[in-house]
């Protein structure tokens, strides 16, 4: 069964960046549309970040318009999460989920954390 693997969350100073990768298993990550979701303990998950397949469009919340930037590398069967200008509110745990449309997700990876801490 295919999964998504998250990796690249770490601690990082306000202002920084870092580049999150999402990469399929057992899959071919071309037919998904792919999102990048966040939560953080006792608050409701939240969508930040998506993008249809091949060359189509991408989506951000309004909290990190012009800060990130999702990609799909689908010859490496990789979608990646370019976050700049790191901000505290931004700390979460970031998660990576798959499906055939956008906001029906069925595939889910485990979660990286990020941490923007002085």
């Known amino acids: 069964q295919g999964q998504f693997v998250e990796s690249g969350g770490d601690l990082v100073q306000p202002g920084g960046s870092l580049r999150l990768s999402c990469v399929a298993s057992?899959?071919?990550?071309?037919?998904?549309?792919v999102a990048w979701f966040r939560q953080v303990p006792g608050k409701e998950r939240e969508g930040v970040s998506c993008?249809?397949?091949?060359?189509?469009?991408?989506y951000y919340a309004d909290s990190v318009k012009g800060r990130f930037t999702i990609s799909r590398d689908n010859a490496k069967n990789t979608v990646y999460l370019q976050m700049n200008s790191l901000k505290p509110e931004d700390t979460a745990v970031y998660y990576c989920?798959?499906?055939?449309?956008?906001?029906?997700?069925?595939?889910w990876g485990q979660g990286t954390q990020v941490t923007v801490s002085s």
């Open positions: 993008i249809s397949r091949g060359d189509g469009p991408a």
């Open positions: 057992g899959f071919t990550l071309d037919y998904f549309v």
């Open positions: 989920a798959g499906g055939p449309h956008f906001g029906l997700y069925d595939s």
